[in-house]
């Protein structure tokens, strides 16, 4: 009897407790942003931190009251898939948005994944901001993908010319892991290099991606003695170990690369071998960071027990699509009309210092706005924390 | 040549340690431990916490995730896989299982220790350098030492212990064993603990150079079984030849095949296939299992 009582308790508690939270959640309509990208296997650092600044900024955002475009006020959900990098997995992963009503979706974090979701983008009515390089995204008659941060085409010369006037780079060596986007992240550096009137005196050098040392694979790349060594498409996971290991080879030269890096991760990985490492970041350093962005950094933090600086060129894309619908509230349900506004669209830069705008750019690289407009700030790593070395703009 | 014999001999010692639990556990038990590399994984977070993190001695670091995961192993052993084998004749039971734990124990290191890649202050500074001939940094001819002796220390605790005999005998014939008196149960949970310590051990020394993630369960896991099957499931000695041929195979073809591009482990995966397909029990394997 007694137990029978405790069980109707319970079960009584349980039921209030969700009809209270159904309640508290359906005061706003739900606006849902989806998320298809890597967050478990080797390279789960890149979706995780993409997943959680969306699931950060949301979090605040419903928060303080939720979002307004038009006339209605939306709690923010955001709904993900974990594509495993997989290319199968990650149309699978869109087939699902598209069944959730979902028109708006961040990523897919690789090359292969991106390509692959484009008809089922296209088809369903999805726009969708990939973190994936191949122009063939983006240039007509692609419609439905925006580039959601800075192309290694655009940031690699800026860096290499930056490194040529100031530091008298003259020679460059190239290493990448074997797989699709640090190939074509290593092509379009040697491209560029060459360009520039810079010598490649080595730039076939590939690692598997699970290589964990890489003294045996750096040697020989070591032999030819570069002033520059560029780490293509490099992970935050490999990034720490390939600098130490040239290091430790005797390397004195420079070490850049064109992907997003976390100061803590160089930090405990390569310690002072990682000074004067050169990487691309967004409003990460202190000069640039809005309060805004600051209180980020702080509700992630606190959200996740640790900040990832990566999240610093992750933050913008929910931020593009909320902005862009508050400018035009029929594109919730019509992309067609979100597509119209990207071409005049422009907001204020909320996570940076300065006058800096959110706007669509990519007219020069891909002959419509199809990129979304991050600061390109290179940063240089300097005993545990990232400063800017320059500011530039894309487009 | 002086720095690809340092590179194998290096690669080659790190990875015959890691194959040695897989290949105890598949010999003991005739389980293929996919959560192998999950385990090497815990390992180096492990020690990560003790030593980065906490600052305790290396050494003491090092024993805790012995301890952490020996634990772990006899745990999974007496409640998952245990029941497992009692309950089902069929091998691809224990295999999904094994599959099942690695999801699980993936999932738990990103819930404990984060997505980020771990690691933690030098345990030796400065780097040997032979005129530019051979250059190898202290740390790694320490851990290359401390892999070689913790090779040997099992080879003597498999030789010349009751413990050793035991497993052994458990390995060669399990029906037989029990008849002679060996308490088959507890032997197979203390075997599954020591396979399980050693990737523990493993992961908490090369931590210390390669730093630890949460993906670099599967891969490892992957590496393993090449080396075990190079060198003959579910023997000792195989599993350590397997190691120091992959870790050859793998300088010399870096060193040498470079200009091409990352071709070598597609040799190496060619080159396997040649060999299975002409020894399909591996180089110190019985064609009967």
Redesign the interface.
């Known amino acids: 009897m007694q137990r029978r009582l405790l069980m109707k308790a319970a079960l009584t508690a349980v039921t209030l407790t969700a009809f209270g939270t159904t309640a508290a959640l359906a005061e706003n309509p739900v606006l849902k942003i989806g998320f298809v990208g890597v ?7 890149w979706g ?2 993409n997943q959680r600044s969306m699931e950060a900024r949301a979090a605040w955002i419903n928060e303080t009251g939720g979002y307004t475009i038009g006339n209605t006020t939306y709690d923010i959900e955001i709904v993900s898939f974990d594509d495993q990098k997989d290319p199968k997995r990650a149309i699978a992963g869109m087939e699902k948005m598209a069944q959730e009503g979902i028109h708006y979706v961040v990523g897919p974090n690789v090359d292969d994944g991106a390509a692959a979701v484009r008809p089922v983008a296209e088809s369903n009515g999805i726009m969708y901001f990939p973190y994936a390089f191949p122009k063939s995204l983006y240039q007509a008659p692609a419609s439905n993908a925006v580039l959601g941060m800075v192309a290694n085409y655009q940031s690699g010369p800026a860096i290499y010319k930056y490194l040529m006037e100031n530091e008298g780079v003259k020679t460059v060596a190239f290493i990448a892991a ?1 797989e699709s986007d640090p190939l074509s992240q290593r092509d379009g550096g040697v491209e560029a290099a060459t360009a520039l009137g810079m010598e490649v005196v080595s730039g ?7 290589t ?2 890489f ?3 750096l ?3 070591m032999r030819t003695q570069p002033d520059l060594l560029v780490l293509s498409g490099v992970s ?3 990034a ?2 390939l600098i130490r290991s040239a290091r ?3 390397f004195q030269g420079l070490i850049s690369t064109e992907t997003a890096q ?1 100061a ?2 160089l930090a ?4 002072d071998l990682a000074n004067g490492f050169i990487s691309v970041g967004g409003a990460s350093t202190p000069e640039l960071a809005s309060p805004m962005m600051n209180e980020f950094v702080q509700r992630y933090t606190d959200m ?3 900040y ?1 600086d990566e999240s610093n060129t992750k933050v913008y894309a929910l931020e593009y699509i909320l902005e862009t619908l508050k400018a035009d509230p029929s594109a919730i349900t019509d992309v067609a009309a979100f597509q119209a506004t990207m071409d005049t669209f422009e907001a204020p830069n909320p996570y940076m210092n300065g006058d800096a705008k959110l706007r669509y750019v990519g007219m020069a690289s891909f002959g419509q706005r199809r990129q979304v407009a991050v600061p390109l700030v290179v940063n240089v790593y300097q005993d545990g924390s990232f400063e800017t070395l320059f500011v530039a703009e894309v487009d | 040549m002086e ?1 690809i014999l340092a ?1 194998g001999v ?2 080659g010692s ?1 990875y015959a340690m890691i194959a040695l639990g897989l290949t105890l556990i598949f010999a003991l038990m005739n389980v293929l431990n996919f959560a192998h590399g999950q385990m090497y994984v815990i390992g180096g977070f492990v020690t990560y916490t003790f030593y ?1 993190q906490w600052g305790v001695p290396f050494v003491l670091a090092l024993v805790m995730s012995c301890v952490t995961l020996a634990i772990l192993g006899a745990l999974i052993e007496r409640f998952l896989f245990a029941p497992v084998i009692k309950g089902s004749a069929r091998e691809e039971s224990t295999m999904l299982l094994a599959a099942g734990i690695a999801f699980f124990l ?1 999932a738990m290191i ?1 819930l404990v220790f ?9 345990i030796v500074d400065g ?1 040997f ?1 032979y005129d ?1 001939r051979l ?3 202290y740390d ?1 001819i320490l851990i290359c030492v401390l892999a070689i002796l913790s090779i040997v220390a099992f080879i003597g605790l498999m030789q010349y212990t009751k413990t050793g005999r035991a497993l052994r005998a458990l390995a060669q014939d399990r029906t037989a064993a029990q008849l002679m008196g060996v308490n088959v149960d507890r032997y197979s949970m203390i075997g599954f603990a020591l396979g399980a310590m050693l990737a523990g051990l493993v992961g908490g020394l ?1 931590v210390t ?3 630890v ?4 369960g ?3 896991s ?2 393993a079984f090449m080396m075990v099957m190079i060198g003959g499931a579910g023997v000792i000695s195989g599993a350590i030849w397997g190691g120091i041929i992959l870790g050859f195979m ?2 010399i073809g ?2 040498v095949l ?5 071709i070598t ?1 597609l040799l190496i995966f060619v080159s396997l296939m040649i060999f299975l397909a002409i020894r399909p029990q591996g180089l110190m394997g019985k064609p009967w299992g």
């Open positions: 967050t478990s296997g080797p390279a789960a650092a995780i931190s074997n076939n050098v590939t690692y598997q991606v699970d964990t040392d003294t045996p694979v040697t020989p790349v935050p996971a490999n720490p170990q430790e080879l005797g976390d803590g991760v405990e990985g390569a310690g996740f027990g640790e990832n | 720095q590179n290096y690669l790190q980065g993936d990103l984060g997505e980020k890649q771990r690691g933690v202050p030098k780097v350098n530019f250059i190898m940094p790694r090369l150079i390669t730093g993630n949460l993906g670099m599967g891969p490892t992957i590496k793998e300088a870096l060193a470079y200009q091409y591009g990352d482990y």
